[in-house]
């Protein structure tokens, strides 16, 4: 899940298996939550989103869980490769602006 | 191919100078970011802009000022004033919507000589 310390959560995931991050967030009004995906020394990457109305939204290896109740929202990665590593952050629209998590660092076992 | 793009990747900056980053989008957004994160930190706001000739602070915005004369263009300077600057700063655009996702440049790399 996020953190809220200096240290990255980090997931270690064996090549090949599925793999799924966890985010909590904070503000029951926001309708519009985001998965971006951070290589090392790179911008974040866009990967999935999903609107309020929605439970579940499926891309390609990856599908985006939203549970409103508990406020949590979850991604899973199907069949999880090399090059899958890197850390991942859920945002949500907040107030006026994105939130953005700390981040989970994603580790792919050989 | 439609993108943002930052400039320098890395930059080094001696006591007591301002530098300017660059950020030019050419997604037609309306909506541009600069964020500031430090290692195993997420993303924090500095400023954001809606629209040119116009623009907000954001979460950290002490020791910074940007610009937005141009849709395409939205620099920021780090001030003299900005005591820790050593970060990687991110600019981002996005339609102005708020159910949008935005997207990011690759990043500047600001170091303190």
């Known amino acids: 899940g996020e953190s809220v310390g200096l240290h990255l959560p980090t997931l270690s995931v064996q090549e090949g298996d599925n793999s799924i991050i966890n985010c909590a967030y904070s503000?029951?009004?926001?309708?519009?939550f985001i998965w971006y995906k951070q290589e090392s020394g790179k911008g974040p990457q866009f990967i999935i989103d999903i609107r309020s109305n929605m439970d579940k939204r499926q891309g390609q290896r990856v599908t985006v869980l939203l549970n409103k109740t508990v406020k949590h929202l979850s991604l899973q990665i199907a069949a999880t490769q090399p090059g899958d590593s890197a850390v991942y952050f859920c945002a949500e629209n907040g107030d006026d602006k994105i939130i953005f998590g700390k981040g989970t660092r994603l580790h792919i076992l050989p | 191919d439609g993108g943002i793009t930052q400039s320098p990747k890395y930059l080094f900056r001696k006591e007591g100078q301002n530098v300017t980053l660059s950020c030019e989008q050419n997604l037609n957004h309306d909506a541009m970011y600069w964020y500031r994160q430090d290692p195993g930190q997420g993303l924090r706001l500095i400023y954001y802009?809606?629209?040119?000739?116009?623009?907000q602070k954001g979460d950290i915005a002490e020791g910074y000022s940007v610009s937005r004369e141009k849709k395409e263009s939205f620099p920021l300077t780090v001030t003299s004033a900005q005591k820790n600057p050593t970060a990687f700063y991110l600019c981002?655009?996005?339609?102005?919507?708020?159910?949008?996702?935005?997207?990011f440049g690759d990043g500047t790399r600001l170091s303190i000589l």
């Open positions: 503000n029951s009004a926001s309708d519009y």
């Open positions: 802009s809606q629209i040119v000739n116009d623009f």
């Open positions: 981002a655009s996005s339609l102005q919507s708020d159910n949008q996702p935005q997207h």
